[in-house]
């Protein structure tokens, strides 16, 4: 059996032992109370905040790992549900309740790892080194583009703050029941979203007043669930979708593959509903390729989950409890065509009419010119550089494609661009110090382990396939989960392998 590293078991809790429920309860009435006092007074908001973010923190000293899987959801909470009813006085705050969780347990827990003498363990990877070279390749780019140190600064956070995550999970420690418990909680949020979306398509595109999206190549709607956006939805699903097929196959109890097979019919009927194309792809390419590599039976019980998903969206009903339309208000078409709007947009592509393409096509005579280190951080392709007022885009005529959106749809064009060859191959790096360890986890392990590790490993390359068309590593919704899962694959040891048997020592019949 694969094993946890021993340097970075569980860390033990500092507080004394308090019930669950109690902590819950008030948690929730101090939410509760922050959300009235936003209505009724300002400094009473605010001493609210203070007093929840203080209860956040207790809280981390006594659940840590529970405290971690929060701020890995904060963000499908933060601007999608806790924005919904706050007032328009504090709404724009409410984007910045995922950091403000992740700088409090975030400083709990490092004071907390810091006194039980762990950080060094846990700074012990490989990703580590990568990450510093990222680092040094960024400062040296900043310093030959005279950036400056506040631009610099902002940009290289917008980039890799969520990475932080990757740190917590190493600090704190997981053994495997608890990274299975940490997994189970993600997947089961993603079927809650998952299910609200196929209530859209059942229902009403409108349903518990949620809107819906427009594709550009004729998809009348683009079902994104509670957080809105198709292209996020699709992500978050390639990211946990894995976890679901492998169960399905390799896990011993029926019962439990059974329900996992359900819930991967679920997801994947839920992310042909989000037109999401760069999510396909990331599951196909990216997840397809892993479950090719270690199961030939994971990846042809895909194969058949997602013929049997194109099916039920294809031929559920729709437009169950929509108002008649009326000439104001006529209702949304919810046909689903993937392969004629697929085509549509490859026709973009070949004509020279897809956004993402122009973006492409823009950045090359940039790397032309800054090949090795790039244009500097903050200067390119994420939402500092737009909010910045970056030069480079009046220099390459860049603005001239940023009319109705504020980023490339591109994270590996931003960071090459940004951080040049050498930036973008550390990048890499980091991410595949990760994965080789775990590849070999994959392959050696088991069970439960299998699961883990599999699951982990094909959600990361669809992700990192899929960011390809989308900039959700730089944002927290989709980087949150994708470097709080690698934090805990880095935590799994491969198992060693299986001594051959001797040929003169097999017994003979």
């Known amino acids: 059996m694969s094993s946890i590293d021993s340097s970075l078991r569980p860390i033990r809790s500092t507080l004394t032992a308090a019930p669950a429920a109690a902590y819950l309860v008030v948690g929730l009435l101090v939410l509760a109370v922050t959300i009235v006092a936003a209505y009724v007074s300002l400094p009473g908001f605010a001493l609210m905040t203070a007093v929840l973010l203080m209860t956040v923190g207790l809280a981390s000293l006594r659940w840590p790992r529970a405290l971690l899987v929060l701020v890995v959801l904060a963000p499908l909470l933060d601007r999608f549900l806790i924005a919904r009813v706050m007032p328009d006085s504090v709404r724009g705050l409410t984007q910045y309740v995922s950091e403000g969780l992740l700088l409090v347990v975030g400083v709990v827990l490092l004071v907390q790892g810091w006194r039980a003498g762990r950080i060094g363990a846990a700074l012990r990877h490989p990703t580590t080194w990568a990450l510093v070279a990222f680092a040094a390749v960024a400062a040296v780019s900043a ?4 950036v400056p140190p506040s631009v610099a600064i902002i940009g290289l956070v917008y980039t890799v703050d969520a990475i932080v995550l990757f740190y917590l999970v190493r600090l704190v420690g997981f053994d495997h029941r608890q990274a299975v418990q940490a997994v189970v909680a993600v997947g089961i949020a993603m079927v809650l979203l998952a299910g609200v979306s196929i209530g859209q398509a059942l229902f009403d595109p409108n349903l518990f007043g949620l809107a819906v999206v427009t594709g550009r190549s004729g998809e009348a709607v683009r079902i994104g669930s509670l957080v ?3 292209n996020v939805l699709g992500t978050l699903i390639g990211l946990v979708l894995p976890f679901a097929l492998f169960g399905a196959v390799r896990l011993r109890r029926p019962r439990l593959r059974w329900t996992l097979a359900g819930i991967a019919l679920l997801l994947m009927t839920s ?32 194969l058949v989950t997602a013929f049997v998903a194109l099916g039920v969206a294809t031929f559920m009903p729709r437009n169950l409890t929509t108002p008649p339309p009326t000439g104001d208000s006529p209702a949304p078409e919810l046909h689903f065509d993937p392969l004629g709007t697929t085509a549509d947009r490859i026709g973009a592509v070949g004509e020279g009419k897809d956004l993402r393409t122009l973006f492409v096509i823009n950045a090359l005579p940039i790397l032309r010119d800054h090949p090795l280190v790039g244009v500097g951080p903050g200067r390119y392709g994420g939402a500092a550089a737009y909010n910045l007022k970056t030069p480079v885009y009046d220099r390459y ?8 959106q504020r980023t490339v749809d591109n994270f590996w064009l931003h960071i090459l661009v940004e951080t040049g060859v050498l930036g973008a191959l550390a990048f890499i790096a980091a991410i595949a110090a990760v994965v080789v360890g775990l590849a070999t986890t994959a392959w ?12 982990i490993l094909a ?11 989308t900039m959700l590593l730089e944002g927290n919704t989709v980087a949150f989960m994708f470097w709080f899962l690698l934090g805990i694959g880095s935590l799994y040891r491969p198992p060693a ?12 019949a």
């Open 271 to 302: 992310l042909l509903l989000t037109y999401s194309r760069g999510a396909w792809l990331g599951v196909v390419a990216g997840g397809g390729l892993v479950m090719l590599l270690l199961d030939r039976r994971v990846a042809g019980f895909a």
């Open 444 to 455: 050696r392990s088991h069970g439960s382990v299998h699961v883990v590790a599999a699951g």
């Open 459 to 469: 959600g990361a390359a669809a992700v990192s396939i899929s960011t390809g068309t």
């Open 228 to 230: 809105r956006d198709p």
């Open 143 to 146: 310093l030959l583009n005279r």
């Open 397 to 404: 005529d860049t603005w001239k494609l940023l009319t109705a």
């Open 497 to 508: 392998p299986e001594p051959a048997s001797h040929p003169l020592r097999e017994p003979v």
